[in-house]
């Protein structure tokens, strides 16, 4: 088990950026899927990006081309840049880690907000 804590967000205007991270309290190296989730007010949580050990991205459609993901496996961290924001990116942003390639994740943190104004 690992304990993950976001950081990093806040109340940013329709296209401006933000960069939200996530700290895990042990090593991710044995954690082959680091990903961000994000739910927004009155919806389901949604996957926003992913990446595998071996770096390996994927990304929902409504963010690719401006949210990048990446990992560091030395700081045991994982980080979601997010650039041109819009108002529907607005949400509680939750890290979660799983040890195996697929299936449900093992752990999760307890979010950080993210508000986005037009």
């Known amino acids: 088990q690992v304990r993950l804590v976001e950081s990093g967000g806040g109340l940013v205007q329709a296209g401006g950026s933000l960069r939200v991270s996530c700290a895990a309290s042990?090593?991710?190296?044995?954690?082959?899927?680091m990903a961000w989730y994000r739910q927004a007010p009155g919806r389901q949580r949604e996957l926003v990006a992913r990446?595998?050990?071996?770096?390996?991205?994927y990304y929902a459609d409504s963010v690719k081309g401006r949210f990048t993901i990446s990992r560091d496996n030395d700081k045991n961290t994982v980080l979601l840049q997010m650039n041109s924001l819009k108002p529907e990116d607005t949400g509680d942003y939750y890290c979660?880690?799983?040890?195996?390639?697929?299936?449900?994740?093992?752990?999760w943190g307890q979010g950080t907000q993210v508000t986005v104004s037009s």
């Open positions: 990446i595998s050990v071996d770096g390996s991205t």
């Open positions: 979660a880690a799983r040890q195996k390639y697929y299936g449900p994740y093992d752990d």
């Open positions: 042990r090593s991710i190296r044995t954690m082959n899927t």
